[in-house]
Nanobody
């Protein structure tokens, strides 16, 4: 099992930026694809971004494409989500999760095994 801890959330004005981090401990982080999901109030959890185990392949939800960037540092067992040009509709609890071993950036939440507790992102003026 992998333990995942998100950080970096907070309150930001529209148009601002935040960088989320997800620190992993446990089994070999570098062997697994990673993903970011979010859940807005009253809505279902949705996929945001995913990255392959090697880091050479990424995939984004249409709603964040061009604004968010997922990356990973396998030496630090950490995956990041850089969020720019934030909008009020980006307000949600953001979760990281570890996906398939040797896998690519999976979209379905069922492909992910372990989840963090989440970090709140609020975009408001």
């Amino acid at each position: 099992q992998v333990q995942l801890v998100e950080s970096g959330g907070g309150l930001v004005q529209p148009g601002g930026s935040l960088r989320l981090s997800c620190a992993a401990s446990g089994r070999s982080f570098s062997l697994y694809a990673m993903g970011w999901f979010r859940r807005a109030p009253g809505k279902e959890r949705e996929f945001v971004a995913g990255i392959s185990w090697s880091g050479d392949s990424t995939y984004y939800a249409d709603s964040v494409k061009g604004r968010f960037t997922i990356s990973r540092d396998n030496a630090k067992n950490t995956v990041y989500l850089q969020m720019n040009s934030l909008k009020p509709e980006d307000t949600a609890v953001y979760y990281c999760a570890n996906g398939p071993k040797w896998g690519g950036p999976a979209v379905r939440s069922s492909a992910y095994n372990d989840w963090g507790r989440g970090t709140q992102v609020t975009v408001s003026s």
